[in-house]
Each structure stands twice: as structure tokens, then as C-alpha cells.
């Protein structure tokens, strides 16, 4: 087969889970002798082409702005399909693909906010999700996620789990007296202030947080506000922050997908406290310490420093947190059940993946049957430019506010 993958997130270097999940669905696809290509941006203005894995990768600056550029490449390299992420706020690319390649889409829905359906979008679009609808499939990668897109689409949706976690054997890297807790990702949505909250509570205690998409120039000064925090930059193998760590957290007040991190940490034997948000109730499989919090009541009309819409946040009770980390940091044997429990259920979990089944999907599917050609130009919504973004955050103000 030959595959387009098309995403409004950096895959060279990723950044998140969903395009860490990508990835892992195409190296595996590359190894099986299909030719993979990913157009996506570039984190700077220059536009590179880069082999990763057998994935040949077209960073592109401003992707979202130049839509005809995947159109281009859909058209040079012929797929058989096009697989469109989620992260595509405005939904340019979901229509490119739609247009260039009619009956090749197939949607991987990572993020709920970035979808065009349901209570969580940012940017709810009629037509962009009758688009995704009429996708050849919708895939997810979680049950909690299916269920969402067949409430809220009305369509079925395909559970597969990305093979993310590597090979066996994996190792146990809890340790009761290393005194160390872990958050990804700190930003506001992703709880930040929880994780602020319980450093400040335990003033002996080493908090550790490594950057990710959301993280912001303001956070990044709260955390340098407190002796006991610091902030780990990326990494290419996950392994070497969670080396780091007894305890993980994830505080997140916005609606997650899944929670990938939980599991990889689990896996690893490290015990993780998570919230109730969203699919982490699914990625904790069962596991203690899970916190009821009270989630993103909206958005803000602006956006912060790493491009996405401020969120209104509801005031946490923080107790329930500084009660389960003063019992995983004070009590070893408590520790050391919550470690066996997490990597009990997390080894179960993984060893039910089938590492072949994204591509056994796409081979499965019923191939539209004629070759990819330039469409007719079509009316196409305008990028999103700075007043329509005002526009777009006050629309979601005024959704989400309480009736």
C-alpha cells in the first residue's frame, strides 16, 4: 500500500502522543514494505524533507495555511489512502484530503477537542464532520473514545491501540525512596496548578515536569517560583524520565482520549495519580488512585503562548491529591501494592495489542477504485487568521457558558 499521513502537529521531532502513535502505526507499516509519507509542519519556517524508519516525512512551514501543498503530494505519490490525525483545528487538511483523494480518507481520532463533532470540539464544523462520517474509517484508540465518536458522530469507530510501548521485557523502575514525582506536559488544561499545588505541599520532595506542547512561558516561571521544581526537556526515549520518578501525575481537568502516559508508566511498575477525565479511567484499567476533578468550564476569547485557547478553569479541591501522594511517599508497603497492582493491569493491557492490526484495517478496506486526480477547486473555508480566531473563542464562550 502506499499511505499519506496528514497532521497539523510536528512528526519530525513528534511532539504528543497522537503523533507518537502515528509514528508507531507507520514504522510498523514501513517494516511490512509499504511506502508511508507524513506531510505535516515544520516548527520552524524552513521546509525539509526527512527519512525516519523508512517514513519519509515532508515538514512544511504553516501547513494549516497551505493546504495545497498536501493536495500536491496526494497527488505525486498516488496513496491508496489518506490518513488525516485529528489535530487539524480548522479542518483545512480533513477537506484537502476530502477533495483531493474523495473516498481514500481515513480519520484518526486522537483528540476530541480537535475533532469537529461533539461537547468537546473548539471548532465545531457541520460539514467537516459529515466529511469525517463518510471517512472509509474512523479509527481510535481507546473504547471510551469509540463510544464518544459513535454518541456523538453517529458512526461506528475502530478500536486500535497504537503499538507504542516497545518490546518486552520492560523495567520495573519503581522505587520507594527515590522521593520523586512526575507530571508531562504541565499546563494549565493538563492541571498544572494541581501539580503546583501538591509542590508546594511538600516542600522535601523533588517535582520534576517535562515540557511538552502546551507548556508556556507562564508556566514555566511558576514552576521556577518553587525550590523543588524543575523542568526536564524533551526526550527521545521515555524511559529516561521515568527513571526518574516514584510517582507520576496527571492532574488533567481536560477532556482526555486516552492517556498514554499512564500506561507507559504503569507498565514500568510506577504507581500514577490520575484523574477522572475523559479515557484515563480506561488507561488506569482498574488500578487506585484515581481523583474526581472538576474540569475546563470553557474557553477564553484568546489564545496563550503555545497557540491554543486559554482555558476556564473551576477552583480544585487539591486535599484528595495531598492525601494519595503523603500515602505513596510515606507508606512502602502501600507503594509497593499500587506498583504491583499498575504493572499487573498495564502488562495485561499491552499484551493484548496486536501490533499488525492498523494495517490489517487498511487492508481490509474496500479500495475506492479509481486513481487520485486533481479535483475541481472547490469554495475551501479560509485559514484561520488572528480575527477569526476572535470570532471562534467567542462562539465556544458563549457554548459553553453555564445556562
Excluded at 469537529?116 to 474512523?138: I, K, T
Excluded at 521556577?224 to 521515568?242: H, T
Excluded at 497492582?341 to 495485561?348: F, I, W
Aim: proline residues 9%; neutral net charge; aromatic residues 6%.
Amino acid at each position: 500500500m502506499r499511505l499519506v499521513l496528514a497532521s497539523n502537529a510536528s512528526h519530525d521531532p513528534p511532539r504528543g502522543g497522537s503523533t507518537r502513535s502515528n509514528l508507531a502505526w507507520l514504522r510498523r507499516l514501513a517494516a511490512a514494505g509499504h511506502a508511508c509519507t507524513v506531510a505535516a509542519p515544520s516548527l520552524d519556517a524552513e521546509a525539509r524533507v526527512t527519512e525516519s524508519r523508512g517514513i519519509r516525512i515532508h515538514s512544511i512551514p504553516s501547513l494549516s495555511l497551505h493546504a495545497a501543498e498536501l493536495g500536491r503530494l496526494i497527488r505525486e505519490t498516488q496513496p491508496d489512502w489518506v490518513l488525516v490525525s485529528s489535530e487539524d483545528l480548522s479542518h483545512t487538511l480533513l477537506r484537502e484530503a476530502a477533495r483531493t483523494a474523495p473516498g481514500r480518507l481515513v480519520y484518526l481520532a486522537h483528540t476530541p477537542q480537535f475533532f469537529p463533532f461533539g461537547p468537546e470540539s473548539w471548532h465545531p464544523d457541520a460539514p467537516a464532520a459529515e466529511l469525517v462520517r463518510r471517512a472509509a474509517a474512523v479509527v481510535v484508540i481507546g473504547r471510551h473514545m469509540s463510544e464518544y465518536v459513535r454518541k456523538h458522530l453517529g458512526r461506528e469507530a475502530v478500536v486500535v491501540h497504537p503499538p507504542i510501548y516497545g518490546e518486552p521485557p520492560w523495567p520495573e523502575l519503581a522505587d520507594f525512596s527515590r522521593k520523586s514525582v512526575l507530571m508531562v506536559n504541565p499546563c494549565a488544561a493538563k492541571g498544572i496548578s494541581i501539580f503546583l499545588g501538591l509542590a508546594r505541599n511538600f516542600p522535601g520532595v523533588r517535582f520534576e515536569a517535562l515540557r511538552g506542547w502546551g507548556t508556556t512561558p507562564e508556566d514555566e516561571a511558576a514552576m521556577a517560583a518553587l525550590p523543588n521544581v524543575s523542568l526536564l526537556e524533551n526526550v527521545a526515549d521515555i524511559e529516561d524520565v521515568l527513571r526518574r520518578c516514584s510517582v507520576l501525575v496527571m492532574p488533567s481537568l481536560w477532556y482526555e482520549g486516552f492517556g498514554l502516559i499512564v500506561m507507559e508508566a504503569m507498565l514500568r511498575a510506577i504507581p500514577v495519580i490520575a484523574s477522572d477525565s475523559g479515557g484515563l479511567l480506561e488507561a488506569k484499567r482498574g488500578t487506585g488512585y484515581v481523583i474526581p476533578v472538576r474540569p475546563v468550564q470553557g474557553y477564553r476569547m484568546e489564545f496563550d503562548a503555545a497557540h491554543m485557547p486559554r482555558p476556564i478553569l473551576p477552583e480544585q479541591d487539591i486535599a484528595p491529591w495531598i492525601s494519595a501522594l503523603r500515602r505513596l511517599l510515606e507508606e512502602e508497603e502501600e507503594y509497593r501494592a499500587e506498583s504491583a497492582r499498575s504493572r499487573g493491569a498495564a502488562l495485561e493491557f499491552v499484551s493484548s495489542i496486536d501490533p499488525d492490526a492498523f494495517g490489517t484495517l487498511l487492508e481490509s478496506l474496500p479500495a475506492p477504485g479509481k486513481p487520485v486526480t486533481p479535483a475541481a477547486p472547490a469554495a475551501e473555508k479560509r485559514p484561520l487568521d488572528e480575527a477569526r480566531r476572535a470570532l471562534l473563542l467567542r462562539e465556544l464562550q458563549r457554548r459553553r457558558r453555564p445556562q
